[in-house]
């Protein structure tokens, strides 16, 4: 069995972050070889093995 951390957030303020920042944090947190992060206000799915 692989042996992954599935990392939820369901609270991270996302929408006070200006636009231009989010591609950063997604590319830090795929570095960080996160395998999922849902986030509730973009919704967002970060996969490292799609890129």
Same mark, same amino acid.
């Given at each position: 069995m692989p042996s992954? !951390? !599935?990392? #939820?957030?369901?609270?991270?303020?996302? %929408?006070q972050y200006p636009?231009?920042?989010?591609?950063?944090?997604? %590319?830090?947190?795929?570095?960080?070889?996160?395998?999922?992060? #849902?986030?509730?206000?973009?919704?967002?799915?970060?996969?490292?093995?799609?890129?």
């Amino acid at each position: 069995m692989p042996s992954e !951390i !599935i990392l #939820g957030d369901a609270h991270t303020h996302l %929408d006070q972050y200006p636009r231009a920042e989010m591609s950063e944090i997604l %590319d830090r947190a795929r570095e960080s070889e996160v395998v999922f992060a #849902g986030m509730c206000w973009y919704y967002l799915t970060i996969h490292p093995r799609l890129y």
